[in-house]
């Protein structure tokens, strides 16, 4: 049955719809077209070719100016209509029940009507209006009745205006309008209402673009009422009690399309919404500001930090809306009736309370325009540094104007940037102080400060620290304070006039470098053996840094100078060259296969290890047996050399019998032209320092004869 009497709803709409249309083809409408958009069902609308042309000449800063030039202009086409049958008048009738009797002249004929019942004792809206062809009413005007709740009207399916103006209507649910799909104009001035059920107006399919819910008792207000997900023209909600915004449904709001102006003049909004609850980033609500005009004025709104974040583009904003460049400010009393945008963002502070850790007699307040916390304890008799502080970061304190003695060290200075001292009684600053990376600016003057830790010199860069006028004791010790002093003055310009008394004189702290060295010293004894520990100490270290290099001299020095024969290896040996590099190298492997091929066509007997070793053989032992039965070495040293265990061994193997016999040589071809320190194996290293090695980069084409010298004359060495 139900979905039988749905069908017919259905039927009736669109037959009405089908029969509009056609009235509206039979008559031409000078100045307007049919707006026909898809988030209107009302296909009603004659809007102003206005509309159109304003659209080819600017895009409005809202959106799409033809949308929004339409919801605030369109008309329903009988409210232009030059025709005298499209709209008619009903009357109410009081009785016991009431009745809707039509005008005479327009019983039958008239396409729609309009109901207006004024200054009258209506309770509740009449049955009569679902009656007979009654459900052709387009518009209502129960203005000034004794209404208290709206039902049964959800038959009138094309209504278009409802006026419920200065009724006693307390509480508006969200299926009140949802059948109401033409509903264009709501009208719920001047009534009780306390509450509104979220997403009472955002609903689609429907035609809702007007809504007037001025003067009402409302204290707060769903998000989901405001932010419509669709293009309408107005929500008037001034002269309520709202004072909060709220997200019953926990919705997380995109706002993406859509937008109309928002009034919520005269009502008891103070701060700016926590957007977390309100499903909404700063980012998204910022954005929203110009799709979704807001009209403040007459509302209590107090500035402070938490509006600083906002007021660059509230500012921008007002060079578009109007509704925002008249906002006042209601607190603090400094900033009491001055217009938001013409408020310096420094001005923007809160006051925090002696419960968030303020020292007693404090003002702390946050300055976010600045980035920091301040805490003001000027001129109140304090005698030593607080000994807390809130726990926000970016403090800067004031502690001038007291009795305090001594710079101490607190915890609290890791987060504090700034820090005034100046007048009070300081002689001694703890030297921990100067090292606080946090702190990047300290005021110490007119103080009584006598002595300055060395310490100070970890303040550089963007740390200064202001002295003023002071007279210490020095020594000559101290003579990196003038070129501390320089510094300070040529980065900061922070002109420190330090008096050092020294010696019996009073010279100015910059000057302290000339007197210190004019100083001859009384007795050489002491420098004498510093020197000698020097040398002491630098004769070990090169010992422990060149050890190989100091070798491998030493060992060139024996050979040359020495008896040839008092250390030579009296084996007889099977090779005269052995040859160590990286098999794994194909291109080391191509040229070494040369090099071989020429030693050998020159009488030299070359073990070539992946020629000479017997395949299948122990390899570690094949090494350590031919490396023993070989005169000389050569060794091939690419930046891949050591990669492998065998070429670690093999090196460590020639270095055994190299450091034992003096007449065994080792030969080295820097094949990658490496340096000394890409090299991590010192003996290779120390190869590379002292020159002894033969550069594969041969430009003069003798690489091949130097090479065949080197093993030539330690071949005959052995043969002496």
Excluded at 43 to 68: E, Q
Excluded at 589 to 598: D, P, R, S
Aim: include cysteine; aromatic fraction near 10%.
């Amino acid at each position: 049955m139900i979905l039988i009497e749905l069908f017919f709803i259905v039927f009736y709409v669109q037959m009405c719809s089908t029969s509009h249309i056609s009235e509206i083809d039979q008559e031409s409408f000078p100045g307007y077209f049919q707006w026909i958009t898809d988030t209107i069902v009302s296909n009603f609308l004659m809007c102003p070719d206005a509309c159109k042309h304003k659209i080819s000449t600017r895009r409005d800063f809202a959106g799409n100016n033809l949308v929004t030039c339409c919801v605030e202009n369109a008309l329903p086409y009988w409210m232009i209509s030059k025709s005298k049958n499209l709209l008619g008048v009903l009357h109410l009738e009081p009785a016991d029940e009431y009745g809707c009797v039509p005008d005479a002249e327009g019983a039958d004929v008239m396409s729609y009507y309009k109901i207006i019942y004024q200054q009258g004792y209506l309770k509740e809206i009449p049955d009569c209006l679902c009656n007979n062809n009654n459900n052709k009413i387009v518009k209502i005007n129960f203005h000034g009745n004794q209404i208290e709740t709206i039902d049964n009207i959800e038959c009138l399916h094309i209504l278009d205006t409802l006026n419920l103006s200065s009724n006693y209507v307390s509480r508006l649910e969200n299926t009140t309008f949802r059948m109401m799909k033409y509903l264009r104009v709501l009208v719920l001035s001047d009534n009780e209402i306390q509450y509104i059920e979220p997403n009472t107006f955002n609903y689609r399919p429907g035609s809702l673009m007007k809504i007037d819910l001025e003067r009402n008792l409302l204290k707060r207000i769903d998000i989901s009422n405001l932010y419509l997900d669709y293009w309408f023209d107005y929500i008037w909600l001034d002269l309520n009690r709202i004072s909060k915004l709220t997200n019953e449904l926990s919705t997380q709001f995109n706002l993406s399309k859509g937008g109309g102006t928002i009034g919520l003049h005269g009502n008891h909004l103070s701060e700016m919404p926590n957007f977390q609850e309100l499903g909404m980033t700063v980012k998204t609500f910022l954005s929203t500001v110009f799709k979704y005009p807001l009209d403040l004025i007459n509302n209590p709104i107090r500035c402070d930090c938490k509006l600083e974040r906002f007021i660059k583009h509230m500012k921008f904003a007002a060079k578009h809306f109007t509704g925002i460049r008249n906002v006042l400010c209601k607190e603090p009393p400094l900033l009491r009736e001055k217009r938001i945008i013409d408020i310096n963002e420094d001005l923007l502070t809160c006051d925090i309370t002696m419960k968030n850790g303020c020292p007693p007699k404090c003002n702390y307040y946050e300055q976010p325009s600045k980035f920091k916390v301040v805490i003001n304890c000027s001129s109140t008799g304090k005698y030593k540094i607080p000994s807390v502080c809130p726990q926000q970061d970016d403090l800067d304190i004031n502690l001038s104007h007291n009795f305090i003695s001594v710079f101490e060290y607190r915890t609290f200075l890791n987060r504090t940037f700034s820090i005034n001292l100046s007048y009070n009684r300081i002689a001694s600053v703890d030297p921990f102080v100067y090292g606080i990376m946090k702190l990047r600016n300290i005021n110490l003057q007119h103080n009584k400060i006598v002595q300055i830790h060395k310490n100070v010199l970890l303040m550089t860069n963007d740390h200064k620290i202001s002295f003023g006028r002071i007279s210490i004791k020095c020594s000559c010790k101290m003579k990196w304070i003038g070129s501390w002093l320089e510094n300070q003055h040529r980065r900061h310009g922070v002109n420190n006039s330090i008096n050092c008394h020294i010696r019996g004189r009073d010279i100015d702290a910059i000057s302290i470098s000339e007197i210190c060295s004019a100083v001859k010293p009384k007795s050489t004894v002491k420098y004498v053996l510093l020197s000698f520990m020097i040398s002491i100490f630098v004769s070990l270290l090169l010992c422990l840094k060149m050890k190989y290099e100091l070798f491998l001299l030493l060992r060139n020095f024996k050979r040359q100078y020495l008896n040839r024969n008092s250390n030579n290896d009296s084996q007889q040996t099977k090779f005269d060259v052995y040859i160590s590099f990286n098999a794994d190298n194909d291109n080391i492997m191509k040229w070494i296969k040369t090099v071989v091929f020429n030693l050998e066509q020159n009488g030299f007997k070359c073990c070539f290890p992946p020629r000479d070793f017997d395949v299948g053989g122990v390899h570690v032992d094949q090494i350590s047996t031919e490396i023993a039965n070989s005169s000389s070495y050569l060794v091939i040293l690419s930046d891949d050399y050591l990669k492998s265990q065998f070429q670690m061994i093999e090196l460590n193997k020639i270095w055994a019998h190299y450091k034992i016999n003096i007449s065994r040589n080792i030969v080295v071809i820097n094949y990658d032209m490496l340096d000394s320190w890409n090299i991590k194996d010192r003996r290779l290293k120390a190869f590379v320092r002292i020159k002894q090695t033969c550069d594969f980069c041969n430009f003069n084409n003798k690489l091949i004869n130097e090479l065949e010298m080197k093993l030539r004359t330690t071949n005959l060495q052995i043969k002496d």
